[in-house]
């Protein structure tokens, strides 16, 4: 079955940094739209970043563009986060998915998810 995994979270102070790392397995890693969602109690998930599996586009949310960086390995299966200059909004729980939808963006046209991994943000 498909499986994605999250990993790479923890506790950050303000201004750091922190790289999150996403395995899948279980399906045809190159073909599906690979993206970061975030999600703090109370409040829906949010879209952070998503990355197509055609030539690479890239869409960032206003929250995250120009500090946040996603990459894909498609050798390796495996989906990044590179998180710069992190603030303390940044708290969350940080979810992966995977979409068969080339320009999906919206958490209900992704079909497949990580158990997420705590991001914290905190002196």
């Known amino acids: 079955q498909v499986q994605l995994v999250e990993s790479g979270g923890g506790l950050v102070q303000p201004g750091g940094s922190l790289r999150l790392s996403c395995a899948a397995s279980?399906?045809?890693?190159?073909?599906?739209?690979m993206a970061w969602f975030r999600q703090v109690p109370g409040a829906v998930r949010e879209f952070l970043v998503t990355k197509s599996y055609r030539a690479g586009r890239t869409r960032y949310s206003d929250s995250v563009r120009g500090r946040f960086t996603i990459s894909r390995d498609n050798g390796k299966n495996t989906v990044y986060l590179e998180m710069n200059s992190l603030k303390p909004e940044d708290t969350g729980v940080y979810y992966c998915?995977?979409?068969?939808?080339?320009?999906?963006?919206?958490?209900?046209?992704?079909?497949?998810w990580g158990q997420g991994t705590q991001v914290t943000v905190s002196s």
């Open positions: 998915a995977a979409s068969g939808r080339d320009r999906a963006i919206d958490s209900y046209e992704f079909d497949y």
């Open positions: 279980g399906l045809r890693f190159s073909i599906y739209t």
